[in-house]
């Protein structure tokens, strides 16, 4: 099967179904067009689920456009404007890397080489001849404290340099499956390297 | 009202409005390419910067700026220009330097504006940014490079056309104007587009390097190709019409224009009738004008005055129905009908065939309802109005006929006339609508009229305005949507059959030996009888000159002075802005030579005369560019001739971009067609 292919329909699965109304629900009667944003959100993870790769087709976006009595247009500029809308099919795997400066001071030029050697891909915003990936340069993602950062779909692998990412990805395009996310090499949430050096005393509080 | 100063100048405005608004009222003239009167405010050029003091020492764009008392605005000082100076230099960083080959060079508001503004050179040293242009038809051209993004087509195509195609797509650097997926806009009005834009991104396709605006003669005339009366200027070199833009009206057309109305020009150069006919053997052979008067008059030697009949087309200007008249009255016939589509419109009294609410009066209604018509396809500048209101607020639509996407919400009550008994016996809701309005409407179109019951449905639709409180001493909600420009003038005229005489059905298939049509293309010609004699008077080779015995060339609406007078019933006068081509004639010289030739010469021998004489068989053509509300008094309706059948109702217009000679002519309308109706025509076969 064709994952990648422009689907012929597209309507709301009954599990998407279900956020759907929800998300029209936090608005109130008349400002359902508010619900926009959620709703492509919701149209994207149900691409992902049928077909494996999370984007948006045109035909999606008018059905969020019927929902809410917007203009098809209306759907478009607001699809278009948001980068983590995709308006192209992507791989299973959606590497999204930050090269922005913490990123590139902490070497995120070697974590773009790994992506480029294992995947195949020779620049950003292509896909792997074998769909499983696509590569996205991304802006800041939030999380320069463990700098380089990979996000692959939805979640963060941190504290990257290019042997970890190769082994990442090598896991991943030999059928694995995504390990837990955050730090590579052990560090607990954004605590400093080898763990914590102040505040060791356990307060009565607790921790 | 709030008082305030702008340049040392006091004005007073009303409270909410802006800054620019104010500086309007006071004379003052500010720099603008986002902001516009009728459109919602965007505040994204920042070109019309102003210094107000008392605020933050900043500039501070005065589209977006409410008035308070006492406000004191500068809008040419130094912290202003150096503010204006900035935008115009970011604005031109990725604007292409190709006025030499831009169509709106001359017309350009960021040409004028950057000689005050503009630097001598550009600081910036990167690459400019390029945009592929879109496919929008065969009407807007577009040179997405010199969009500056001041979105003004988008909030038009959204806010007046009410077909919200276009949109802000990507964002930043990227950002650009457009449909997203490749369609043409299928807005009427989408000609409009391209006055709006204050560059020369969106431009006219088919005038595209043909002029440069200095080189055009530009003449006042009223548009002919609707019932509305928009107002337009023709521009033209030498003797060749290149294009037609609108004037402003607020009154009729405010400052649009239909993209008929626009872009038929190009029917104006084919098709053309540039010589007298006549039909030997069968035959149509070129000929001179003597010899075309002897050949007519010869037919009508001797033939009695009941056996000659005359059809007025639908373009014709008030003085050569006049003339054709009067001619018709000197030859003893009453056989005279202008209603080519033999709708039953009743002339005995102007409040039964008159637009009466007028055209800017649907902003004072509070609830309408359309009979038999689609107001965005036999008149989209009116539909505009309409919806102008209805965006407003307040204004419950409700349609009896066909279905159609209207560009705003409306009940839609059924297809045929039992629709309208519904609402008599107040058996539909929207009944209530009209009864607890307090300047409730009703519009009847063509389609309601035009067909063997129409002069029921008139009286029916007239008994619903009466049941409904719309006429009173102040209010008349009793409108007839015309198609034909020159209807009203005509039925103002008398232009309908006399004690006695025939109307066009009648003078059909056979029922006269001799027809004179003035322009007549939009009936059956085939119905005319096989030995009827057909004399036809007009610009175009059209249905009626390829059935006529004897063509004589006219001038179409561009080449002669005419009165008009629209659905409303507003008298407004065109001027010539270039000559008929080749041999053919003003309309009313032609009627007025013939007259003479067959010896029964018409008492006016200049136009002045003939104006005179228009005023004098109807005083309302005295009164140029007034219209006064009728005050709807009397509730004596049409005279009902049976009860309306149970046919559906269709709308009179199904083809906008062709319904007369001049836009069948054209190239530009046929791409329209193609562009736009494809769809319809596949589901037709």
Redesign the interface.
């Known amino acids: 099967m064709n994952t990648l292919a422009e689907p012929t329909d597209f309507a709301f699965d009954e599990a998407a179904e279900a956020d759907v109304l929800v998300a029209i629900a936090r608005y109130p009667a008349g400002k359902q067009a508010s619900a926009v944003m959620p709703l492509l959100e919701i149209a994207q993870r149900q691409m992902k689920r049928v077909t494996g790769s999370a984007w948006l087709p ?1 035909l999606a976006m008018d059905v969020v456009a019927k929902r809410l009595g917007m ?4 759907v ?2 607001m699809a ?2 948001y980068l983590m809308y995709n308006l192209q099919p992507v791989g299973k795997y959606h590497l999204q890397l930050c090269t922005t400066t913490p990123c590139w001071l902490r070497g995120s030029d070697d974590v773009v080489a790994a992506c480029k050697k294992i995947t195949g891909i020779h620049g950003f915003g292509e896909t792997s001849a074998d769909g499983m990936f696509t590569m996205t340069e991304v802006e800041c993602l939030g999380a320069c404290v463990n700098a380089p950062i990979l996000q692959i779909n939805d979640d963060y692998y941190e504290d990257l340099d290019g042997a970890r990412t190769e082994a990442l990805l090598e896991t991943l395009k030999s059928g694995g499956a995504l390990p837990a996310p955050g730090s590579t090499v052990g560090r607990h949430a954004s605590e400093p390297e080898g763990g914590r050096s102040v505040l060791l005393a356990t307060t009565s509080t607790g921790e | 009202m709030a008082k305030l100063t702008i340049d040392g100048i006091e004005v007073e405005v009303p409270n909410g409005s802006t800054v620019i608004q104010a500086a309007e009222a006071a004379g003052v003239e500010i720099p603008r390419f986002c902001y516009h009167e009728r459109l919602s405010v965007a505040g994204n050029c920042r070109m019309c910067l102003v210094e107000i003091e008392k605020m933050p020492p900043k500039p501070v764009a005065s589209c977006g700026m409410p008035v308070s008392e006492g406000m004191v605005v500068h809008t040419d000082s130094e912290m202003v220009r150096r503010g204006r100076r900035g935008v115009m230099e970011f604005l031109l960083i990725n604007h292409p330097l190709d006025c030499p080959i831009c169509d709106q060079g001359g017309e350009c508001d960021l040409q004028d504006e950057a000689v005050g503004y503009g630097r001598d050179h550009s600081r910036y040293d990167e690459n400019k940014r390029a945009v592929g242009n879109k496919d929008w038809g065969p009407i807007v051209k577009t040179v997405m490079t010199r969009c500056i993004h001041c979105t003004r087509c988008i909030r038009f195509s ?1 806010e007046i056309a009410g077909v ?8 930043g650097e990227s950002m650009e104007v457009g ?3 490749d369609k043409p806009l299928s807005s009427e009005l989408s000609g409009n587009l391209i006055d709006l834009c204050p560059v020369g991104a969106l431009t006219a396709k088919p005038y595209a390097f043909t002029a440069r605006t200095w080189e055009l003669r530009k003449t006042d005339s009223i548009d002919v190709l609707d019932a509305l009366g928009a107002n337009i200027r023709v521009d033209a070199r030498g003797a060749e019409v290149l294009r037609i833009l609108p004037r402003r009206n607020d009154e009729v057309n405010e400052e649009w224009l239909g993209d008929k109305s626009r872009f038929s020009v190009d029917g104006l150069k084919r098709r053309r009738l540039d010589k007298p006919w006549i039909r030997k053997s069968g035959k149509l052979q070129p000929a001179s004008w003597e010899e075309a008067f002897a050949a007519i008059a010869d037919r009508l030697k001797g033939m009695p005055g009941e056996r000659i009949g005359a059809i007025a087309g639908d373009l014709c200007d008030a003085e050569s129905m006049l003339a054709l008249k009067d001619m018709m009255s000197a030859l003893g016939s009453a056989n005279i009908d202008c209603r080519q589509d033999g709708a039953a419109l009743d002339a005995s009294r102007r409040e039964f065939y008159l637009f009466n609410t007028t055209i800017a009066g649907i902003e004072e209604a509070d609830a309408l309802l359309i009979i038999g018509a689609n107001p965005r396809r036999e008149s989209p500048v009116l539909n505009a109005r309409i919806r102008k209101r209805w965006v407003a607020g307040g204004f419950p639509v409700a349609l009896i006929g066909e279905h159609a996407d209207l560009t705003y919400d409306f009940e839609h009550i059924g297809n045929g006339p039992a629709a309208l008994q519904s609402l008599a016996d107040g058996s539909h809701g929207f009944a209530e609508a009209l009864k607890s309005a307090k300047n409730p409407m009703i519009i009847i179109g063509q389609g309601a009229l035009a067909r063997p019951d129409g002069a029921a449905m008139l009286a029916a639709a007239w008994a619903l305005a009466v049941q409904f409180g719309m006429l009173n001493a102040d209010w008349h909600g009793f409108n007839v949507l015309h198609t034909a420009a020159s209807r009203v003038a005509a039925l103002d005229l008398g232009f309908v059959p006399g004690a006695g005489g025939k109307d066009i059905a009648a003078m059909l298939g056979g029922g006269v030996d001799a027809l004179w049509l003035l322009g007549a293309d939009e009936f059956d010609t085939a119905k005319i009888g096989a030995e009827t004699f057909v004399i036809y008077q007009g610009h175009h080779g059209d249905a009626g000159a390829s059935r006529a015995d004897v063509i004589l060339p006219g001038a179409a609406y561009t080449e002669k002075p005419g009165t008009y007078t629209n659905m409303e019933g507003r008298v407004q006068q065109g001027f010539m802005a270039v000559s008929p081509p080749g041999d053919a004639r003003e309309d009313w010289r032609i009627l007025r030579a013939i007259s003479a030739y067959i010896g029964h010469a018409l008492p006016y021998d200049n136009f002045v005369e003939l104006r005179a004489r228009l005023a004098q068989v109807n005083p309302v053509f005295a009164a140029v560019e007034q219209v006064r509300r009728l005050a709807g008094t009397d509730a004596s309706g049409p005279v009902a001739q049976g009860a309306p059948g149970d046919a559906a109702l269709v709308s009179a217009v199904q083809n906008y971009y062709q319904t007369d000679p001049i836009s069948r002519a054209s190239p530009t309308m046929a791409a329209c067609v193609a562009a736009h109706y494809t769809v319809v025509a596949e589901a037709a076969e």
């Not at chain 2, 919200?164 to 964002?171: F, N, Q, T």
């Open positions: 045109r203009a098809p247009v209306r478009y500029e278009t404007f | 959204a919200p195609e276009l949109g802000a797509v990507y964002r449909t997203y997926v």
